[in-house]
């Protein structure tokens, strides 16, 4: 089956300090997959995507690269934010054309 | 391009009553999908409609069910409330059944005592 796997949250950083959240997943063929942030308040926006193994997505100075030998999609940002914090999703999109998503990391920065 | 407007934003309900939400998608869109979102569980898919049609459904009981119109809005209900349902409901168009991107809409927080 298809499912997405990500680290639980809650995360608190400092302003400048370097992110990562860890996402796994499953799936059957080879999906896309995706990167959501989520504001309080507000719906989900797509931060950055990839659509086939050693892509890697970057947007905002978030990067993520496509790993289909550890089936990982690992979040990252070499420096956060206090604007940064919301809540963040990974997702897949499955050869069928559905979308399956994490259970979502809360991150919280500290200025 | 306006996006994707979700209303009620806020609905407080009882058990047993039914609730209506709406959607509409961004213009020139044809596919909404519904989600689900509690914490813990993270968002799960309801259904999926493109031309009126219901093209995908998740795993949910039939108290929950939708529609498309001919204009692409859609409509979700669920009926006989269950504390269990109160959760925000997430409503996401693309340009086509099965198209590379959602854009979501800010949902629906629905609370049933």
């Known amino acids: 089956g298809n499912s997405v796997t990500q680290m639980e949250g809650p995360v608190t950083l400092s302003e400048e300090a370097f992110l990562t959240i860890n996402c796994t997943y499953t799936?059957?063929?080879?999906?896309?997959l995706f990167w959501y942030v989520q504001y309080p308040g507000e719906g989900l926006q797509l931060l950055l995507k990839a659509t086939k193994a050693d892509d890697k997505g970057s947007n905002k100075g978030f990067e993520a690269t496509y790993r289909k030998e550890t089936t990982s999609f690992h979040l990252e940002k070499g420096s956060v934010q206090v604007s940064d914090s919301a809540v963040y999703f990974c997702a897949l999109r499955n050869t069928g054309n559905q979308f399956y998503f994490g259970t979502g990391t809360s991150l919280t920065v500290i200025p | 391009k306006a996006g994707v407007t979700q209303t009620p934003r806020y609905l407080i309900k009882t058990r047993g009553q039914q609730v209506t939400l709406s959607c509409s998608p961004i213009?020139?869109?044809?596919?909404v999908s519904w989600y689900q979102q509690t914490p813990g569980q993270g968002l799960q898919f309801l259904f999926e409609?493109?031309?009126?049609?219901?093209?995908n459904k998740g795993n949910f009981p039939g108290r929950f069910s939708g529609r498309q119109f001919s204009n692409s809005r859609s409509e979700m209900n669920v009926s006989t409330l269950e504390l269990g349902d109160s959760a925000l409901y997430l409503c996401a168009s693309r340009p086509v059944a099965g198209g590379p991107e959602q854009f979501f809409g800010p949902g629906t927080r629905l609370t049933v005592l």
């Open positions: 213009s020139g869109h044809r596919s």
């Open positions: 799936a059957t063929g080879y999906p896309s």
């Open positions: 409609y493109f031309s009126e049609t219901q093209r």
